[in-house]
C-alpha cells in the first residue's frame, strides 16, 4: 500500500509561483506512473499532468500548459509541481496520484492518492 503526502500549497498571489511536492512511502512508487489533478469547490476533479516512471512522458492539461512542470526524483520517491504565473483559476485542492491502470488523465483510473493541498491564488 503506497501512502502519498502531498505539501507545498499555500496562498499566492496572481502571477507568482509554488512548488508542490508528493512523497511517497514506498521504493516501488519508482515504477509508477504519477499524475496531478486539482478540485475545485462545486467542480469536478481535473486533470494537471503526469509523468511516466522514466519520466519520457509528460502530459499536460491545456489550461496549464507553459506555466507547469511535473517532474520527479526516484531517488527520493517524489514527485513535484512546479506551478508559475499562477492565476485565480488555478486555485483548488491540488492531489496528488499513484499507479494508473489506463489514460494518465482519467482521475478514475488511478489506485493510490494523497489527501490533497490547498492552493490559493489571490487577484
Known amino acids: 500500500q503506497v501512502q502519498l503526502v502531498e505539501s507545498g500549497g499555500g496562498l499566492v498571489q496572481a502571477g507568482g509561483s509554488l512548488r508542490l511536492s508528493c512523497a511517497a512511502s514506498?521504493?516501488?512508487?519508482?515504477?509508477?506512473?504519477m499524475g496531478w489533478f486539482r478540485q475545485a469547490p462545486g467542480e469536478e476533479r481535473e486533470f494537471v499532468a503526469a509523468?511516466?516512471?522514466?519520466?519520457?512522458?509528460?502530459r499536460y492539461a491545456d489550461s496549464v500548459k507553459g506555466r507547469f512542470t511535473i517532474s520527479r526524483d526516484n531517488g527520493k520517491n517524489t514527485v513535484y509541481l512546479q506551478m508559475n504565473s499562477l492565476k485565480p483559476e488555478d486555485t483548488a485542492v491540488y492531489y496528488c496520484?499513484?499507479?494508473?491502470?489506463?489514460?494518465?488523465?482519467?482521475?478514475?483510473?488511478?489506485?493510490?492518492w494523497g489527501q490533497g493541498t490547498q492552493v490559493t491564488v489571490s487577484s
Open positions: 509523468i511516466n516512471w522514466s519520466t519520457s512522458i509528460r
Open positions: 496520484a499513484a499507479d494508473p491502470t489506463g489514460d494518465y488523465s482519467d482521475y478514475v483510473v488511478y489506485n493510490y
Open positions: 514506498e521504493r516501488t512508487f519508482r515504477r509508477y506512473a
